[in-house]
């Protein structure tokens, strides 16, 4: 199994920046995707960024160009650095692993099985 867990989550002002880290437990976190989604009260998750298990990044058109993840696999590690953060980045984050991805980065919680508890990101003046 996989364990996932969340952090770096917080209160920024309009314009400010967080990194959120996602801690991977096992071993099959190298040949995973990974991917960031995130949830707004009375909203459907979306997919914020993902990496493949090669390094290659896909990001929602919402984000590119604020945000980039990476992954340390030796720290079994994904990152999702948002800088420029608007009030309609609040929401709730969540990683997640998908173990048998392919080349291209699912964008659907669909095929993604494993998940992290969430952590909050508040974005207010």
């Known amino acids: 199994q996989v364990q996932l867990v969340e952090s770096g989550g917080g209160l920024v002002q309009p314009g400010g920046s967080l990194r959120l880290s996602c801690a991977a437990s096992?071993?099959?976190?190298?040949?995973?995707?990974m991917g960031w989604f995130r949830q707004a009260p009375g909203k459907e998750r979306e997919f914020v960024a993902g990496?493949?298990?090669?390094?290659?990044?896909t990001y929602a058109d919402s984000v590119k160009g604020r945000f980039t993840i990476s992954r340390d696999n030796a720290k079994n590690t994904v990152y999702l650095q948002m800088n420029g953060l608007k009030p309609e980045d609040a929401a709730v984050y969540y990683c997640?692993?998908?173990?048998?991805?392919?080349?291209?980065?699912?964008?659907?919680?669909?095929?993604?099985?494993?998940w992290g508890q969430g952590t909050q990101v508040t974005v207010s003046s």
């Open positions: 997640a692993a998908d173990v048998d991805s392919s080349l291209r980065v699912a964008v659907q919680s669909t095929p993604y099985d494993y």
């Open positions: 096992g071993r099959t976190f190298s040949s995973s995707g």
């Open positions: 990496i493949s298990w090669s390094g290659f990044n």
